[in-house]
């Protein structure tokens, strides 16, 4: 039997994917199938947060100098991917969480719908 390859996620910060400064990492597991692990996941601390926090701020600076119409333009095409991706993205939502499918689609679209009306208001 072929032994299955569990993808290890890092954390985003700064626009990089990074390691937790703990270095350490834990399973995440299907509810449905508590045998499947769905990947392995960074246990992040005060230092990984404050790091986020730290480029949020950074990345808040450029975000609000940058025009309006082109905030709306990539709020937009994050729009579109999410569309594209949305089945994918609610069958995730129901793996990682338990939740019903038509619930996963109801949370991908309300999410749609911020978005949409995030980009609307520049």
Same mark, same amino acid.
């Given at each position: ?44 601390? +005060? ?5 986020a926090?730290?480029? +949020? ?6 975000? +609000? ?28 939502i ?29």
């Amino acid at each position: 039997m072929a032994e299955t390859q569990i993808k290890t996620h890092k954390n985003y910060i700064g626009g990089q994917w990074v390691e937790s400064v703990t270095g350490r990492t834990y399973q995440v597991h299907n509810p449905a199938h508590t045998d499947q692990i769905i990947g392995e996941f960074q246990t992040s601390g +005060a230092d990984d947060a404050l790091r986020a926090v730290a480029a +949020a701020k950074e990345g808040l600076a450029v975000w +609000a100098a940058t025009p309006a119409p082109a905030r709306a333009s990539i709020i937009f095409k994050a729009l579109e991917i999410l569309g594209r991706r949305g089945d994918e993205m609610a069958q995730t939502i129901t793996t990682e969480e338990g939740k019903p499918i038509a619930d996963a689609h109801g949370e991908v679209k309300r999410s749609m719908n911020i978005m949409e009306y995030a980009a609307g208001e520049g």
